[in-house]
């Protein structure tokens, strides 16, 4: 089962990323699922920054809403989570950009706490892994940050390869902006990963 979590910042919605999933709108993202045609299973949040058409639209097109009280120890996103924990995996659409960046930080945070949560827009996939995978073919560059002091992997495939080695967390920037080629892959030998999938940057071209 799939839970898919939709917030107010996600413009571009692809349809893949949502089939088949138990859809959920935080606060203002029930408004931004409903303006891109899709109706969401529960829309949830405190909606104090919602106009009243839209919290209107809101209460017509959901099947369900729980209002949450705007004095609460959680966000929204998390209040969002909770409901769905049981879920073989949960997407957010979206927590990504902004500008209260404080946001992004609590909503990554979010990842660690709740390691089957993934947050994605139009050009980035953040998440966990504690096993070996293969990058994402949608993205051209991935960077690896250790979620402990360290992890050790190997890298194949890739602009940069490495065996064996030692990544620590007091090295934030060596694992960057690595660039997947033919047939990449990441070998996870101990610990885990911060990994974050990134379209290519046209704008630097």
């Known amino acids: 089962m799939k839970a898919c979590l939709i917030l107010w910042d996600i413009e571009k919605i692809n349809k893949e990323d949502i089939k088949d999933s138990f859809i959920v709108g935080v606060d203002l993202g029930s408004y931004n699922a409903i303006s891109h045609g899709i109706i969401p299973d529960i829309a949830i949040g405190d909606f104090d920054s919602c106009k009243k058409e839209e919290y209107d639209a809101i209460k017509k097109n959901s099947k369900k809403i729980i209002q949450l009280n705007p004095m609460k120890d959680k966000t929204d996103t998390e209040e969002a989570i909770l409901l769905v924990k049981d879920y073989d995996e949960i997407l957010i659409l979206g927590g990504i950009k902004g500008k209260r960046i404080e946001h992004f930080y609590a909503n990554l945070m979010l990842l660690f706490k709740y390691p089957k949560v993934k947050m994605k827009d139009e050009n980035s996939l953040i998440e966990i892994k504690r096993e070996s995978f293969i990058p994402n073919k949608n993205y ?47 070998e996870i030998k101990s610990g885990g990963l911060l990994v974050i999938s990134s379209m290519e940057d046209h704008e630097n071209l």
Request: aromatic share 10%.
């Open 140 to 186: 051209k560059y991935i960077s690896l940050f250790p979620i402990e002091d360290s992890a050790i992997l190997s890298l194949r495939g890739m602009k940069y390869n490495l065996e064996n080695y030692t990544l620590k967390r007091n090295e934030p920037t060596l694992g960057i902006s690595n660039e997947c080629m033919d047939n990449p892959y990441v």
